[in-house]
């Protein structure tokens, strides 16, 4: 017979306690003023709601009707309409720490915070909850405050040349389900939806769609750049975001010499890392006149370190007498990224305004630094009335050049004179480092490949119907670019990188340990 010590025995029939030393009372004894009912920390006689865990002194007020910090207010005291007519009230006498609960409803005019740590959170979230400017100014600006959060908002009809929608300079901040849609600018324009200066911000399922710049005969500028959003030496960390149906229009009798970055502008010295990005239907047209009109970027212009994954980049469009990069334009010193993603039915150039175009799908400048990982480069397209190059690929990258792995780069085209390039065009005049292996090419423009060797049999890079499940109709977001049965994609990526079922990885955007 095997004896329990007594002590044993009493240590296994004591109560419990959390790790404040608070009983939680899962026991059956009767409740004490020191027990936590609900776990949260607080004992009964502190906590002024014990059967909630989100309740309890010091929480952040939930815009929910519920006193959730137990201060005695609901709501904090800074429900807008209930407490103050307007936000911009609610938020001038808000203190750090204090939320600003906003009802749903349009609210005219703009918003500016300048005090830290300040929230202010559209109660039932953006689609009902709307800042409108009405054509004046930005309509909210965050200005050298840190801490602060705008939650639940859509941002409207702004106007102005830096960040109608939003306007941030010297601020640290954090944007949740914000949208800046439909707001404009005339002349010199940077960010016309989001413009970041300066600026540290965490952006978790925010947009910046259908923001426009049109240049007319009034309009002498320089440059238009980011129009749905730009980001001047700032820091970024975005999921989910979505920069796309942005458009910048020079007319015929407007002056303007550079458009570039139609969804997403990233200058030099930013650093911004995004999972789960939209860049689709952006377009950029230069028709003024001027023989120097240059457009870049149609859905990015790349800059500083960007690190981007899980991205889809479709039917971006550049028209300017010179177009690089229908998809993504990435400039020199910058340190681009770019994985388990898809870079599908970009036009960079039109057959009767452009005389030189390049990098349907992406152009890297000379000395960028470009890594390409697991990534669909499919459909582009380079047009020109005169030279063209790079269907779906331009480098020009200098001493570190440009890695391309485990991707598909298949029907690129070029329609022009003498087009060179169609799948993938090296400039080889520029000391270019370019590396690619374990990479199927087909059906793109004849000669497939400037610059590099043409896939072989035997080599890494190869050519092959890559059998995709659906690859048909004009909608490219909606192609369907997984492996089918039989396809020379399966178990043929890098095989020091395995998929989610350990096998050897697959090619192109789904394979990998990360797929899209």
């Not at 009767?30 to 865990?53: P, S």
């Amino acid at each position: 017979m095997r004896c329990v010590p007594l002590f044993v025995l009493l240590a296994a029939c004591s109560p419990s306690s959390d790790d404040t030393g608070r009983d939680p009372d899962s026991d059956s004894d009767t409740a004490t003023t020191e027990d936590d009912l609900d776990g949260d920390g607080f004992g009964v006689t502190e906590d002024c709601n014990d059967d909630d865990a989100t309740v309890f002194p010091g929480a952040v007020d939930a815009c929910d009707g519920v006193d959730n910090d137990c201060d005695g207010t609901v709501d904090g005291g800074f429900a807008v309409p209930a407490d103050f007519a307007t936000i911009q009230e609610a938020v001038d006498a808000a203190s750090e720490g204090d939320t600003v609960c906003v009802a749903p409803g349009t609210y005219n005019g703009s918003l500016t915070l300048t005090t830290d740590g300040v929230r202010v959170v559209g109660n039932e979230g953006s689609e009902v909850t709307i800042l409108d400017a009405r054509g004046a100014g930005s309509v909210v600006t965050i200005d050298a405050a840190s801490d602060v959060t705008l939650q639940g908002v859509t941002l409207t009809r702004g106007h102005a040349s830096q960040g109608a929608g939003l306007w941030a300079s010297d601020a640290e901040f954090t944007l949740r389900d914000v949208h800046a849609t439909a707001n404009t600018c005339g002349d010199d324009c940077e960010g016309v939806g989001v413009y970041l200066h300066l600026s540290t911000a965490t952006f978790d399922d925010v947009s910046a769609t259908a923001n426009r710049f049109v240049a007319d005969s009034t309009t002498i500028t320089d440059r238009a750049a980011g129009v749905g959003m730009y980001v001047y030496v700032s820091e970024v960390t975005a999921t989910e975001l979505d920069v796309s149906d942005n458009e910048a229009i020079v007319q015929p009798d407007a002056v303007a010499q550079i458009i570039e970055g139609g969804g997403l502008y990233v200058s030099h010295a930013s650093t911004v890392d995004i999972d789960g990005l939209r860049v689709v239907g952006n377009r950029l047209r230069s028709d003024g006149g001027q023989l120097e009109e240059i457009a870049r970027g149609g859905g990015m212009h790349i800059g500083g370190t960007t690190d981007i994954r899980h991205a889809v980049v479709a039917s971006n469009v550049l028209e300017a007498k010179t177009s690089y990069g229908g998809g993504i334009f990435v400039v020199e010193d910058a340190q681009f990224t770019l994985s388990n993603s898809q870079i599908l039915a970009n036009r960079s150039g039109d057959d009767a305004l452009t005389l030189t175009a390049g990098g349907g799908g992406v152009y890297a400048v000379s000395w960028s630094v470009n890594d390409l990982s697991f990534v669909d480069v499919v459909g582009n397209e380079v047009v020109s009335d005169g030279a063209c190059i790079g269907g779906g690929i331009y480098s020009g990258s200098g001493v570190d050049g440009m890695v391309l792995d485990s991707s598909l780069v298949v029907d690129n085209q070029l329609t022009c004179v003498n087009g060179q390039g169609g799948g993938v065009f090296v400039n080889s005049s520029s000391s270019s480092v370019f590396t690619a292996a374990y990479n199927l090419l087909w059906d793109n423009s004849e000669p497939t490949t400037f610059g590099m060797s043409a896939p072989q049999p035997g080599e890494t890079n190869f050519e092959a119907d890559p059998l995709f499940v659906s690859y048909q109709g004009t909608d490219p977001t909606a192609w369907d670019l997984r492996p089918a049965d039989g396809s020379p994609l399966i178990d043929a990526g890098n095989p020091a990188t395995f998929d989610v079922d350990s096998t050897r990885a697959d090619i192109g955007a789904h394979g990998g340990p990360d797929p899209l």
